[in-house]
């Protein structure tokens, strides 16, 4: 199975925004999703997000580390966003 989760904003009262938290609790999920054998997709990309854009995706991928962890590509949110997919 597969859960795709969003991130949501920036968190005000954390110096970091709340990214150390948020991979500590990715960290977490992981670890119980390869005891169930489940996936977790990141849908994280948006503008007022903490993961606004690609980079920043892959640098939560990285610091996260899990084979569980993957992102779910919605180009619908480029638009959005006003990215542009062919970078």
Same mark, same amino acid.
């Given at each position: 199975?597969?859960?795709?989760?969003?991130?949501?904003?920036?968190?005000?009262?954390?110096?970091?925004?709340?990214?150390?938290? &948020?991979?500590?609790? !990715?960290?977490? /999920?992981?670890?119980?999703?390869?005891?169930? +054998?489940?996936?977790?997709?990141?849908?994280? #990309?948006?503008?007022?997000?903490?993961?606004?854009?690609?980079?920043? &995706?892959?640098?939560? !991928?990285?610091? /996260?580390?899990?084979?569980?962890?993957?992102? +779910?590509?919605?180009?619908?949110?480029?638009? #959005?966003?006003?990215?542009?997919?062919?970078?």
């Amino acid at each position: 199975p597969i859960v795709t989760v969003h991130i949501g904003p920036p968190l005000p009262e954390d110096h970091d925004g709340g990214w150390a938290r &948020v991979v500590d609790h !990715l960290c977490r /999920v992981c670890a119980r999703g390869v005891e169930l +054998n489940v996936r977790l997709l990141l849908d994280a #990309v948006f503008s007022n997000f903490l993961t606004p854009d690609a980079p920043s &995706v892959a640098r939560m !991928l990285h610091d /996260v580390h899990s084979p569980m962890l993957g992102h +779910n590509f919605d180009p619908s949110y480029t638009e #959005v966003c006003g990215l542009d997919i062919h970078e």
